[in-house]
């Protein structure tokens, strides 16, 4: 099917481009030009106004993503770019085409996605699994869908009963094993392995080893949180004494308002010893006084202007897991997060303490962690030992 889209020289893709770079400090794209292409004069100002209400970078990267996956799918499936409201024959078109049976697809090619649609969409490096979508995507992009219908004073189809029946019935067809997001935590003994492969003073392990460490430390922040790190969110403390004479440097981390904050609220961690020592060694080494932290390097050695995006830290721990000798497909960048408390865990640190570092909220997921290391040491567990 042609898809209709202005030309890449037109003005009003020039204008969008110039629009979506003023936004940028604040909303980190990576592919500015091509969402120029694909987005409306309206999907932009969308966006703008977002940023202007102040909603989270994180949440307004999501919307960005999954807005951008929606124009380019009504694009390959439709010809022309998203109505606003959707209409409800477009919602279930949408779960259709993502919700489905491998089984009957085997059987029967027109269902599911249709070959040209799904061509199209992985042409352009949108679509990338085999199969059909995990349920949670295809809620998390109606509900994205939802939300900026909303914010253009537009009612939509969202809540419709057909919708959600069709939803709740291709998710029952299509039973899925829910996984954790990293099969293993990165917990302190394979995080030394890690650093073990930085062990040089090149940029790169000097910003990989920083990386490593500020996450872990830090509580096992996120990888967006990591990757849209700036120098005006770090604030230097004074030096912690362990004992006459030896003091270890402290750092603090604004992290402003996360996953898990509302508000004006502004969350603090705190580094202290050797992740600040490492923090420190890379901003001196990269000449980092302001702006983005942790910054991509070029071929011959040129710190970038440009943060690292969020996919390029779990990219550098998956190089640094096979570097050291591990199966690379065992871990993520999520793996930092849930190794940080396995380790909190197995070192007897109250749960409290280490919540009030990783910033969980919620102590029922943050306790799992801990009832794991209890029962790996636990009597039950070693009846045999």
């Given at each position: 099917?042609a898809?209709?889209r202005?030309?890449?020289?037109?003005?009003?893709?020039?204008?969008?481009?110039?629009?979506?770079?003023?936004?940028a400090?604040?909303?980190?794209?990576?592919?500015?030009?091509?969402?120029?292409?694909?987005?409306?004069?309206?999907d932009?100002?969308?966006?703008?106004?977002?940023?202007?209400?102040?909603?989270?970078?994180?949440t307004?990267?999501?919307?960005?993503?999954?807005?951008?996956?929606?124009?380019?799918?009504?694009?390959?499936a439709?010809?022309?770019?998203?109505?606003?409201?959707?209409?409800?024959a477009?919602?279930?078109k949408f779960v259709?085409h993502?919700?489905?049976?491998p089984?009957?697809?085997?059987?029967d090619?027109?269902?599911?996605?249709?070959?040209?649609?799904?061509?199209?969409?992985?042409?352009?490096?949108?679509?990338?699994?085999i199969?059909?979508h995990?349920?949670?995507?295809?809620?998390?992009?109606?509900?994205?869908?939802?939300?900026?219908?909303?914010?253009r004073?537009?009612?939509?189809?969202?809540?419709?009963?057909?919708?959600?029946?069709?939803?709740?019935?291709?998710?029952r067809s299509?039973?899925?094993?829910?996984?954790?997001?990293?099969a293993?935590a990165?917990?302190?003994?394979?995080?030394?392995?890690?650093?073990?492969?930085?062990a040089?003073?090149?940029?790169?392990?000097i910003r990989?080893?920083?990386?490593?460490?500020?996450?872990?430390?830090?509580?096992?922040?996120?990888?967006s949180?990591?990757?849209?790190?700036?120098?005006?969110q770090?604030?230097?403390?004074?030096p912690?004494?362990?004992s006459e004479?030896?003091?270890?440097?402290?750092l603090?981390i604004?992290?402003?308002?996360?996953?898990?904050?509302?508000?004006?609220?502004d969350?603090?961690?705190?580094?202290?010893?050797r992740?600040?020592?490492?923090?420190?060694?890379?901003?001196?080494?990269?000449?980092i006084?302001?702006?983005?932290?942790?910054?991509?390097?070029g071929?011959?050695g040129?710190?970038?202007?440009?943060a690292?995006?969020?996919?390029?830290?779990?990219a550098?721990?998956?190089?640094?897991?096979?570097?050291?000798?591990?199966?690379?497909g065992?871990?993520?960048?999520h793996g930092l997060?849930?190794?940080?408390?396995?380790?909190?865990?197995?070192?007897?640190?109250?749960?409290?303490?280490?919540?009030?570092?990783?910033?969980?909220?919620s102590?029922?997921?943050?306790?799992?962690?801990?009832?794991?290391?209890?029962?790996?040491?636990?009597?039950?567990?070693?009846l045999?030992a």
């Amino acid at each position: 099917m042609a898809v209709a889209r202005e030309s890449p020289a037109s003005p009003g893709v020039d204008r969008r481009s110039v629009e979506l770079d003023t936004i940028a400090s604040v909303l980190p794209i990576e592919r500015r030009d091509e969402l120029a292409e694909l987005l409306s004069d309206q999907d932009v100002e969308t966006l703008r106004h977002l940023v202007n209400e102040g909603m989270g970078a994180n949440t307004l990267r999501a919307l960005t993503s999954d807005l951008a996956y929606l124009e380019a799918w009504g694009l390959a499936a439709t010809g022309r770019s998203l109505p606003w409201p959707a209409p409800e024959a477009l919602l279930l078109k949408f779960v259709a085409h993502h919700l489905w049976d491998p089984e009957k697809r085997a059987a029967d090619p027109d269902h599911g996605m249709p070959a040209a649609v799904d061509e199209n969409l992985r042409h352009q490096g949108f679509l990338k699994s085999i199969g059909p979508h995990a349920p949670d995507t295809v809620r998390r992009r109606l509900a994205n869908w939802s939300t900026l219908t909303k914010w253009r004073g537009l009612d939509g189809a969202f809540a419709s009963p057909a919708l959600k029946a069709a939803i709740r019935l291709a998710v029952r067809s299509v039973p899925r094993t829910r996984r954790r997001k990293s099969a293993k935590a990165v917990t302190g003994d394979i995080l030394q392995r890690l650093l073990g492969t930085c062990a040089n003073d090149s940029l790169r392990d000097i910003r990989d080893r920083a990386i490593l460490m500020v996450a872990f430390a830090s509580g096992g922040r996120r990888r967006s949180e990591i990757a849209g790190l700036r120098v005006e969110q770090l604030s230097s403390d004074a030096p912690i004494e362990m004992s006459e004479g030896t003091f270890l440097p402290s750092l603090a981390i604004h992290l402003g308002r996360t996953k898990t904050t509302t508000g004006e609220q502004d969350e603090i961690v705190y580094l202290t010893g050797r992740p600040v020592e490492a923090l420190n060694a890379w901003m001196v080494a990269a000449g980092i006084e302001r702006g983005s932290v942790f910054r991509g390097i070029g071929r011959w050695g040129n710190v970038s202007m440009r943060a690292l995006d969020p996919q390029s830290i779990n990219a550098i721990l998956k190089q640094r897991a096979e570097m050291a000798g591990l199966e690379v497909g065992e871990f993520s960048a999520h793996g930092l997060r849930s190794g940080y408390l396995t380790e909190a865990a197995n070192r007897g640190i109250p749960l409290p303490e280490a919540m009030e570092q990783s910033r969980h909220r919620s102590v029922q997921q943050a306790s799992s962690y801990y009832n794991s290391a209890e029962r790996r040491s636990g009597k039950a567990a070693r009846l045999l030992a």
